[in-house]
T-cell receptor
């Protein structure tokens, strides 16, 4: 079955460390997204990518970085510059018909990041 | 500023009762509208979407939603709630290369 796989499900970070969250999809989708979810705030967009080797900042990109070297993969690195990284992180993908954000998104099951 | 509002943070209904979850948006034109459901510790699953045409759309799991242009609303409904419907529900709006999610409504189902 096609879908999106996020790993690990739980991740712990020490102060000053960078950590990388994995996101892989086999849906053949062009567009991929990273969201941060905090209680009572819905989803906020960190980064998105419409095509390989290209990505754009979302609303809260500071302290995060991404890469898109393959169509299937869109890893997110939470850097030490992100001062409040504890959150639930969701990766999503969608087809891209030239109107990226107007298509339904398929989500992974998320990674919960906590600070030790 | 463009925004999506889900006025109800938490709703409790009895099993078998009807359900309506509210969603309002503030956009100048008709956007693309979505409802998603999220079970604890999981990702979001698409329930239904509205792009154009018939303003009453049917989704999965017995849900439906009605688009009302005059009220800038896209409310989600279900005639008879099951215990398994307990989850968090998110309205999302896509417009002009941007997507916004509401803050979510948590649904509790009483036996």
């Amino acid at each position: 079955d096609g879908g999106i796989t996020q790993s690990p499900k739980y991740l712990f970070r020490k102060e000053g460390q960078n950590v990388t969250l994995s996101c892989e999809q086999n849906l053949n989708h062009d567009a991929m997204y990273w969201y941060r979810q905090d209680p009572g705030q819905g989803l906020r967009l960190i980064y998105y990518s419409q095509i390989v080797n290209d990505f754009q900042k979302g609303d809260i990109a500071e302290g995060y970085s991404v890469s898109r070297e393959k169509k299937e993969s869109f890893p997110l690195t939470v850097t030490s510059a992100q001062k409040n990284p504890t959150a639930f992180y969701l990766c999503a993908s969608s087809i891209d018909l030239g109107d990226t954000f107007n298509q339904p998104q398929h989500f992974g099951d998320g990674t919960r990041l906590s600070i030790l | 500023a463009q925004s999506v509002t889900q006025p109800d943070i938490h709703i409790t209904v009895s099993e078998g009762a009807s359900l309506e979850l509210r969603c309002n948006y503030s956009y100048g034109a008709t956007p693309y509208l979505f409802w998603y459901v999220q079970s604890p510790g999981q990702g979001l699953q698409l329930l239904l979407k509205y792009f154009s045409g018939d303003t009453l759309v049917q989704g999965i799991k017995g849900f439906e939603a009605e688009f009302k242009r005059s009220q800038s609303s896209f409310n989600l409904r279900k005639p008879s709630v099951h215990w398994s419907d307990a989850a968090e529900y998110f309205c999302a709006v896509g417009f002009n290369n941007d997507m916004r999610f509401g803050a979510g409504t948590r649904l509790t189902v009483k036996p």
